[in-house]
T-cell receptor
Framework: DQQVKQNSPSLSVQEGRISILNCDYT??????FLWYKKYPAEGPTFLIS?????DKNEDGRFTVFLNKSAKHLSLHIVPSQPGDSAVYFC??????????????FGAGTQVVVTP | GAVVSQHPSWVICKSGTSVKIECRSL??????MFWYRQFPKQSLMLMAT?????????EQGVEKDKFLINHASLTLSTLTVTSAHPEDSSFYIC???????????FGNGTRLTVT
C-alpha cells in the first residue's frame, strides 16, 4: 500500500521557469516530510524538510508547501536550472510510531530542465 | 558535513556467492542506518532498519537469512547478500540517521549484478 504518492512520473520545464512537484499522502499521522534529489547511479541527496507546525519552508531556490488538510505537499524550484534535472522523491514520517525515523518514499518525479 | 560512504559502488558476482556492502557515516555517528533496494523506475524499498549493537529489523517479505545486516559501530553497517541469485541484482542504497526523525543521509548506492 503506497502511502506516499507522486502522481507525475515526469516533468519538463524550461530553464528559468518554475518547477512544481507534487506529493500526496494517505496517512494522516505523517508529520514530517522531506524532499530528496537523486541523480542516476547515485544516492539521494537531502534537499529540504517541513514539519506540520509549518505550512511553508524556504531554502534558496527551493520552497516546500504543506497542506495538511489536503494531505498534500509540493516543492517549488525557482528559477529552474539545467543542474536541477534529476529525480525528486518526497518522503514522510509518522512520529507516533516506535520507528519514527523510518520514512515512506514516493515513487519519484523525473524533472528535465531544458535550455 | 553528514557524508555517508557506501562501498563498493558496483559489484558483479557469480550465482551462489555472497557479497558484502559497507555503509559508513564519515563525519557523524549514526544511531540508525537503513538499507533500501531500488528497482528501475520505482521508489526506494526499505529492506531493514539497523541500530548499533542490536539485531536489524526487517521489513515484511525481506529474508533476514539472505540479507544479513551487521551494525557493529555507530559509523558502520554492512549488508551481506548471501547465496546471491540473478533476481537479487539491483541497486542497494544505505542511509544513516543521527537520531530518530532527523533527515536521512544516503550513500551513493551499490549496483549488484549477479550472473
Amino acid at each position: 500500500d503506497q502511502q506516499v504518492k507522486q502522481n507525475s512520473p515526469s516533468l519538463s520545464v524550461q530553464e528559468g521557469r518554475i518547477s512544481i512537484l507534487n506529493c500526496d499522502y494517505t496517512n494522516s499521522m505523517f508529520d514530517y516530510f522531506l524532499w530528496y534529489k537523486k541523480y542516476p547511479a547515485e544516492g539521494p541527496t537531502f534537499l529540504i524538510s517541513i514539519s506540520s507546525i509549518k505550512d511553508k519552508n524556504e531554502d534558496g531556490r527551493f520552497t516546500v508547501f504543506l497542506n495538511k488538510s489536503a494531505k498534500h505537499l509540493s516543492l517549488h524550484i525557482v528559477p529552474s536550472q539545467p543542474g536541477d534535472s534529476a529525480v525528486y522523491f518526497c518522503a514522510a514520517s509518522d512520529p507516533t510510531t516506535d520507528s519514527w525515523g523510518k520514512f515512506q518514499f514516493g515513487a519519484g518525479t523525473q524533472v528535465v530542465v531544458t535550455p | 558535513g553528514a557524508v555517508v560512504s557506501q562501498h563498493p559502488s558496483w559489484v558483479i558476482c557469480k550465482s551462489g556467492t555472497s557479497v558484502k556492502i559497507e555503509c559508513r557515516s564519515l563525519d557523524f555517528q549514526a544511531t540508525t542506518m537503513f538499507w533500501y533496494r531500488q528497482f528501475p523506475k520505482q521508489s526506494l524499498m526499505l529492506m531493514a532498519t539497523s541500530n548499533e549493537g542490536s539485531k536489524a529489523t526487517y521489513e515484511q517479505g525481506v529474508e533476514k537469512d539472505k540479507f544479513l545486516i551487521n551494525h557493529a559501530s555507530l559509523t558502520l553497517s554492512t549488508l551481506t547478500v548471501t547465496s546471491a541469485h540473478p533476481e537479487d541484482s539491483s541497486f542497494y542504497i544505505c542511509s544513516a540517521q543521527r537520531q530518530g526523525g532527523s533527515p536521512l543521509h544516503f550513500g551513493n548506492g551499490t549496483r549488484l549484478t549477479v550472473t
